[in-house]
Structures are given as structure tokens and as C-alpha cells.
């Protein structure tokens, strides 16, 4: 039994396959026949005409003979007058049923797969679930974390406490510290509060000094134009995709630096933002080629996060000329 629509697509294919494999050869066949059916056709003709030629010459009882048993030769050989239309008929049928069938399956998967609000839920979805934890990680570890450190400092403000007991106690909270700085940043990577807080601009600013403390990368952010609100949605659009191409770069590029350009158009209506690094690049082509196989979503994300806001997404690049990731939705 198949196991889902895509396995029962492949299983119809294959029965199609083998059944058109199987009109194929019928219709190889059939040729065959038709054509030493035209050779036999040609030659009873030449000894129909030899036997009239001789029947003058030849006794009447034995010219009989001679055409009788012609007779019975041309009806022996008369089967390859009669081509087998029953079974080709059946099986033509048969092709014409299950193609339908295939284009019915393939037209619903296709519009499964390209519903926007099938893609626009699942995105959706993805960000409610990161919310959800993310709330679940700041009311809980964080909170605990963070009550820990008071916890220190109470105990480190008791009286007479021996030296190598301070040092551990100070060397603890430094490590829980660093801890909860992780885990803040864990948070602010599943879903930036401040987004809904303060919107694109500073969300993006806090997002640029934790990359380049974190990893020291300079990046570089220019706007030009008056900044306006996009929309909850469409801002943590081109959040996560600014988010997504930046950390590509540091982890695929090795670049020197990063910069990120944002021009609010108001003629245009819309926003356009291009992110490009001097790192080491890659093949567009190739990769987009293999991506299917590398279990990756980053690059599918970015597309579809921006085509679901009604804007066109563009990625450019070579090996060791860095890379160039353009994008635009529209304002309001």
C-alpha cells in the first residue's frame, strides 16, 4: 500500500511506464506482422498469376487442383490480414485511464505545494511554535538563571567568608552569567521581542552588535530614505532574511566583513534591502541544483518568506567574489 499521495504517484508512474513498454511492443509486433503481411501479399499475387499462366497447358482436373490448393494457401495465410486491434484498443485504453488519473494527482499535489496559504500557514506556524518556546525558555531557565546570580551575590555579602569560597562563588556567577547571556540570545534568535516592541530598525541594530561581539565580523547598515512601518508580518519577513543571509555568510563564506543596505521608496512603495559580504561565494546554479538533497530550508525560507509578502527575492554570486542577497516588499 502506498505510505502517502507522492508514493501512489510514483506506483501509477511505474504501472504507466510498463504499460506503455507493453503498447510499445504490440505496436513493434503489429509492424512486423504488416509488413510480412505486404511480402506474402506480393507473392501469392506472382504464383496466382503463374497458376492461371499454367492452368492452359495443364489437364482441367489438374489445374483444379493447382487452384485449390492455392485456395487453401491464401486462407491459411489470411491470420495476418487480421491485426489484433482488441488488445491494443484495451490497452490504449487502459494508458488513457491512468494518465488521467496521473494528471489528476500531480495537478492536486501542485496546487497543494504552491498554495500560498499553505506555505504562509506553515511559515506562520514555524513562528508561533518559536514564540511559544522561546516564552517558555524566558519564564523559565532565564528567570532561574537569573534569580541564581542574586543568590550569589547574597551569598558572597555574608561575613567571614574564606578566600577560596569567594573565588568559586565569583567564578560561578561569571559562568552563569555567560549562561544566561546564551540563552538570552537563544531566545532573541527564535523570536526577537523587540520586534514587536520597537520594530525592524532597532530589532535589527540589537541583532548586528550580537553578531559582531559574538563573532567579530564587522557589519555595516545604511538606510536611506523616511523609515515606515511595514506590518507586523512583512518586518519579521525581512528580519529573518537579513538574520538568514548574515549568518549564511558567516558560516558559508568566511567573509571580512558584511554590509546591509535598506532604502525605504516612497515613490515606489516599497522597501529594498541588499545584504552582501566579501567572503569566498558560491555556484547559484549548482546549489540550487543539489539543494533538494542537502535537507536544507534556509535558502527556500528567504524565497518564500519574501514572495508571501508580495515582494521578489534575488541571490547572486560566485566563487570568491563574495555574495549578494537582494529583496523588496512592498510598504504598507
Not at 554590509?259 to 545584504?275: E, G
Request: proline share 4%; net charge negative; hydrophobic share 40%.
Amino acid at each position: 500500500m502506498p505510505e502517502s499521495s507522492l508514493d501512489a504517484l510514483t506506483h501509477e508512474l511505474e504501472v504507466f511506464r510498463n504499460s506503455l513498454q507493453q503498447l510499445q511492443k504490440i505496436v513493434a509486433e503489429q509492424n512486423s506482422k504488416q509488413s510480412r503481411q505486404s511480402n506474402l501479399t506480393a507473392s501469392l499475387a506472382d504464383l496466382e498469376n503463374v497458376i492461371i499462366s499454367a492452368s492452359a497447358t495443364m489437364p482441367p482436373h489438374v489445374s483444379e487442383m493447382a487452384r485449390s490448393a492455392f485456395k487453401k494457401l491464401q486462407a491459411a495465410l489470411g491470420i495476418y490480414a487480421q491485426p489484433e486491434d482488441d488488445e491494443l484498443l484495451q490497452v490504449s485504453t487502459r494508458l488513457n485511464m491512468q494518465g488521467n488519473s496521473i494528471l489528476r494527482r500531480v495537478s492536486a499535489l501542485l496546487l497543494l505545494i504552491n498554495s500560498p496559504a499553505n506555505a504562509n500557514g506553515i511559515i506562520l506556524a514555524q513562528e508561533e511554535e518559536r514564540k511559544r518556546i522561546s516564552r517558555e525558555i524566558h519564564d523559565g531557565p532565564a528567570q532561574t538563571l537569573a534569580s541564581l546570580t542574586m543568590r550569589i551575590d547574597y551569598c558572597l555579602e555574608q561575613p567571614g567568608l574564606p578566600q577560596p569560597l569567594v573565588d568559586e562563588l565569583k567564578e560561578l556567577k561569571e559562568s552563569v552569567i555567560r549562561s544566561l547571556k546564551d540563552i538570552r540570545r537563544f531566545i532573541f534568535d527564535l523570536r526577537p521581542m523587540a520586534l514587536d516592541d520597537l520594530g525592524l530598525l532597532p530589532t535589527l541594530e540589537q541583532f548586528i552588535g550580537g553578531f559582531k561581539n559574538r563573532t567579530g565580523v564587522p557589519v555595516y547598515i545604511d538606510t536611506d530614505g523616511e523609515r515606515a512601518f511595514l506590518g507586523g508580518d512583512k518586518e519579521l519577513a525581512v528580519f529573518r532574511v537579513i538574520q538568514e543571509a548574515t549568518n549564511n555568510a558567516l558560516r558559508h563564506s568566511n567573509p571580512n566583513s558584511v554590509h546591509i543596505f535598506l532604502k525605504f521608496d516612497a515613490h515606489k512603495q516599497r522597501l529594498s534591502v541588499v545584504i552582501k559580504d566579501d567572503g569566498s561565494g558560491f555556484d547559484v546554479a549548482e546549489t540550487r541544483r543539489v539543494y533538494g538533497n542537502l535537507k536544507k530550508l534556509g535558502l527556500i525560507s528567504m524565497e518564500e518568506r519574501i514572495r508571501l509578502s508580495g515582494g521578489e527575492f534575488s541571490i547572486v554570486s560566485d566563487s570568491g567574489s563574495g555574495t549578494v542577497v537582494s529583496f523588496w516588499v512592498p510598504l504598507g
